[in-house]
Structure formats: C-alpha cells, structure tokens
Nanobody, 126 residues
Framework: QLQLVESGGGLVQPGGSLRLSCVAS????????IGWFRQAPRKARQEVAV????????KYSDSVKGRFTISRDNAKNTAYLLMNSLKLEDTAVYYC???????????????????WGQGTQVTVSS
C-alpha cells in the first residue's frame, strides 16, 4: 500500500512562490507516475502537472505552464511542485496522486490514479 503525504502549502502573496512536497511511503515511488491536482471551492478538480516515473516526461496545464515546475527525487521517494508567480486564482487544495506505470502518462484520467494524498491548502492573497 502506497501512502502519499503532501506538505508545503500556506498563505502567500500574489507573485510569491511555494514548493509543495509529496512524500511516499510503503512502496517504491519509481514505479509510479505522479500527478499534481488542485481543487478550488465550488470547482471541479483540475490536473495541474504530471511526471513520468523516471522524470523524463512532464506535462502542465495551460494555466500553470511557465510558472510551475514538477520534479521528483526517487531516491527520496518524493515528488515536488515548485510554484512561482502565484496568482489569486491558484488558490486551492493541492493533491498529489500516483498511478503505477512506467509509461509516459499521457491522457491519464484522474479516476485511473491508484493513490491520493490528503491535500495541502494553498492560499494566494494580498
């Protein structure tokens, strides 16, 4: 059983930065692709970024492209989401999720992910 725990959320001013971490335990993370998702109040959950199990492939939503960077350190069983130039509309609960595949995670629906973390709140406010 893989467990995921997110951390690093908080309150930040517009234009600021945060780095989220997703620490895995129970299984080796290098067998899993990782996705970061977010859900704002009264909105559907949205995929933010995904990364292949070996880190070679990454994909971003248009709303965060150029501002967010997904990465991973399999030796530490940890994935990251570096968020720069934060905007008010980035306010949401951010979740990491894992799907067991070493293939390029193209068009993976959120319902296909095997494990989810509990989420960490990111609030962008002046």
């Amino acid at each position: 059983q893989l467990q995921l725990v997110e951390s690093g959320g908080g309150l930040v001013q517009p234009g600021g930065s945060l780095r989220l971490s997703c620490v895995a335990s129970g299984l080796a993370l290098d067998d899993y692709a990782i996705g970061w998702f977010r859900q704002a109040p009264r909105k559907a959950r949205q995929e933010v970024a995904v990364i292949q199990s070996n880190g070679d492939y990454t994909k971003y939503s248009d709303s965060v492209k150029g501002r967010f960077t997904i990465s991973r350190d399999n030796a530490k069983n940890t994935a990251y989401l570096l968020m720069n130039s934060l905007k008010l509309e980035d306010t949401a609960v951010y979740y990491c999720a894992a799907i067991r595949t070493r293939a390029i995670p193209v068009d993976v629906h959120e319902t296909e992910y095997d494990y989810w973390g509990q989420g960490t709140q990111v609030t962008v406010s002046s």
